[in-house]
């Protein structure tokens, strides 16, 4: 199992040690590290940054969000930066949720989400293929433009720029089972959100039936101290704001996950609580327990004894939330 360094997206401003625990984690062996968007930082210029001050350690987007830019736009952000840090990007991509595309993008989320995500990555791939200019007439993405209020002077266009890898990996963050299905056809590999060794049946039978060379990495958290309870208080901060805030009351994919996860009614009581303007206690009606078994928080034995539930199932990279260059070092000692 490979292990990568999960940086999300920023806060108020830009985190002081963003580039200097990538570097760390690229000296630590660390496969990949990655970078995230949501309403404020962008998840490419920082990964660039990253790329120009290390050398081997590849670079993914974990996610960027398909409402934010057309597929073309995208396919060219990646060939850029694989050009530029010799052939180290892996593509990332999230449909992200109504609330986000409507309310931060200014888009309309599209009413057949699977579809609208099966003709972005077939984009993407023609360009990153660049076999012939890139041609699709499809019910959300039409290359070349023809709409009702196109010119009709638009024609297909292949990149000038030559990609160094037309196999650029291409990875979907995925939470119900039948955008799971889809992803395991179409693209390179996987971003859960969450996951729980013990519950891979949440994602859906097709999870059970990965090709080779498939990429399942999903986002976890890791903290080696000594007080779990108090561990755990970052875990549930982040799913106290993502079940209750990040949707709607009526669909919100993150609540509807943890609820197929077992925790229904504990989802639907944080939502509340949430939407009530009463986050504290939304955060404390998280669980523990799921906390738990989605993170990896402890002391080193405890981590180590549970990282071997996480190495046999299908995880192929771990994707490692850290707050600091102990843990990262640790969790490197327990994973050779």
Not at 21 to 34: I, T
Not at 161 to 168: S, V, Y
Not at 312 to 334: F, I
Request: some cysteine; charged content about 25%; hydrophobic content about 40%.
């Amino acid at each position: 199992m490979r292990l990568g360094l999960a940086l999300g997206y920023w806060g108020r401003g830009p985190s002081p040690d963003h580039v200097e625990l990538a570097c760390e984690a690229e000296r630590l062996g660390y496969d990949s590290v990655w970078t995230a968007e949501s309403w404020g930082s962008d998840a490419f210029t920082p990964l660039t940054w990253i790329a120009a001050r290390t050398t081997t350690i590849k670079l993914g987007t974990a996610v960027a969000q398909m409402a934010a830019r057309s597929p073309t736009t995208t396919a060219m952000h990646a060939l850029t930066l694989d050009h530029l840090s010799g052939g180290r990007m892996m593509l990332g991509l999230g449909l992200s949720g109504p609330q986000v595309v409507e309310g931060w993008y200014g888009r309309p989320f599209p009413k057949s989400p699977l579809t609208a995500t099966r003709e972005y990555v077939d984009v993407v791939r023609q360009v990153l293929r660049r076999r012939a200019p890139v041609e699709l007439d499809g019910r959300f993405h039409s290359h070349p433009y023809r709409g009702p209020d196109a010119t009709g002077l638009g024609r297909p266009l292949r990149s000038i720029t030559h990609p160094l890898r037309p196999d650029l990996p291409v990875l979907l963050g995925a939470e119900g089972p039948r955008n799971v299905a889809q992803t395991i056809r179409i693209a390179d590999g996987w971003l859960p959100l969450y996951w729980s060794p013990n519950r891979p049946d949440a994602y859906g039978p097709a999870a059970a039936e990965l090709p080779d060379g498939f990429r399942v990495a999903p986002l976890a958290q890791v903290r080696i101290c000594d007080d779990v309870a108090e561990g755990l208080l970052p875990v549930k901060t982040m799913l106290g704001f993502y079940i209750g805030g990040m949707g709607h009351a009526s669909r919100n994919f993150h609540a509807d996950l943890m609820a197929r996860m077992g925790y229904e009614e504990e989802a639907r009581r944080i939502q509340e609580l949430f939407l009530a303007g009463r986050r504290e206690e939304a955060v404390l009606a998280v669980p523990d327990a799921f906390a738990d078994e989605i993170s990896l928080v402890g002391p080193r034995e405890r981590v180590a004894e549970r990282l071997e539930s996480w190495r046999k199932g299908p995880v192929t990279d771990l994707l490692v939330v850290a707050p600091d260059r102990t843990t990262l070092r640790v969790l490197a000692e327990l994973n050779s």
